[in-house]
């Protein structure tokens, strides 16, 4: 599978860093496109990818090329993607898939028209650390689960995917997606109501928000996301037996379980990875073996009940970027 990456800034070196260090045999991490190819071609020459595009286009019309990761602002997500399967290029779009409900929509509905696999590149849903989480809750390690609290936050108020409203902006697609996730992947997507609040930057976009979702059989996660400095990004799972610590929820480091005494009583073996964002590709290489249209980890149907989560709470909180 001949890899492509579209757009060239830090979360695509962080890629292809990762292609690099996995050197995985039915893997070729094989071009990038910038708009500039004096950009793209350092790129490439930094991974000793053999081609570099200037262009978008360029890298869509490529024939050898089997899946193009996304890697362009979340303004930016709906144009590319759509660019590229009008040339049937399998997808894998960074987080948040898109800007908006509709749009996501739009993608998927060609993806259906042209028969072409688009994935959500939302590493933390591929991460073995997942299922390992999954099947303590489900041994019943913390007992009967009722609630879950996490939060993700760095210092990134100053960098313009943030601050800009016209590239999407806002804490809440590029952070508070996250903890969203965290609590939708153990507690599924069977929501009863999503509610939050937040602060807000002189531009108008989120800088800080709170967020709280419930569920239909009376589960609950409290949700905090912040772009103005770092919080300890831990999830906590909750039981009647006791419950789940996860350190760093945006990539798991460790796993531990506690008694209603507060005693640790075990912590969960992690298995060793390259960077994390490696399971998302291999899984579009399995998707695409298999001719499948999603990958399981992240389904279609999954993609668009995030992005309404999202737009609900924009909504309430009067937060619409210029190009809706």
């Known amino acids: 599978m001949k890899v492509g ?16 260090g996995l050197n995985h045999a039915e893997i ?3 071009a990038v496109a910038s708009r500039s190819l004096d950009k793209a071609k350092a790129f490439a020459s930094e991974y000793s990818m053999p081609v570099a595009y200037g262009s978008y286009e360029e890298l869509a019309q490529d024939d050898k090329v089997d899946l193009i990761y996304i890697a362009s602002p979340h303004s930016e997500h709906h144009h590319h993607a759509m660019l590229c399967l009008k040339h049937k ?5 960074e987080k948040a898939f898109t800007a908006n409900e509709q749009m996501a929509k739009d993608v998927l509905a060609f993806a259906k028209e042209q ?3 688009v994935a959500e590149a939302i590493w933390t849903r591929y991460m073995p650390s997942r299922s390992i989480i999954a099947k303590a809750i489900d041994d019943g390690k913390i007992g009967k689960v009722h609630s879950i609290m996490a939060n993700l936050g760095y210092a990134v108020a100053n960098k313009e995917r943030i601050i800009k409203p016209e590239l999407a902006g806002g804490a809440l697609l590029d952070l508070g997606v996250y903890p969203i996730n965290f609590a939708m992947m153990f507690f599924g997507h069977d929501l009863a109501s999503v509610s939050g609040t937040c602060i807000k930057a002189d531009t108008g976009v989120d800088l800080m928000d709170s967020i709280t979702l419930t569920w239909h059989d009376g589960k609950i996660a409290c949700l905090h ?4 400095g770092p919080a300890d990004r831990n999830g906590i799972i909750y039981g009647e037996k006791g419950y789940m610590v996860v350190t760093n929820i945006n990539n798991p480091e460790k796993v531990e379980i506690f008694d209603n005494d507060h005693k640790l009583v075990e912590e969960l073996p992690l298995p060793k990875q390259v960077s994390g964002y490696e399971y998302q590709v291999i899984s579009c290489l399995n998707a695409l073996k298999e001719g499948k249209l999603e990958t399981p980890e992240m389904t279609h149907t999954e993609i668009i009940e995030v992005m309404q989560v999202m737009d609900s709470l924009r909504s309430d909180w009067g937060i619409k970027f210029p190009f809706e």
């Open 28 to 30: 070729e991490l094989y």
């Open 115 to 117: 028969q072409t696999l």
């Open 5 to 20: 990456i579209l757009a060239a800034g830090g979360i695509a070196h962080k890629m292809a860093k990762t292609l690099v």
């Open 89 to 93: 290029k399998a997808l894998l779009v």
């Open 225 to 228: 996301a912040t772009a103005n």
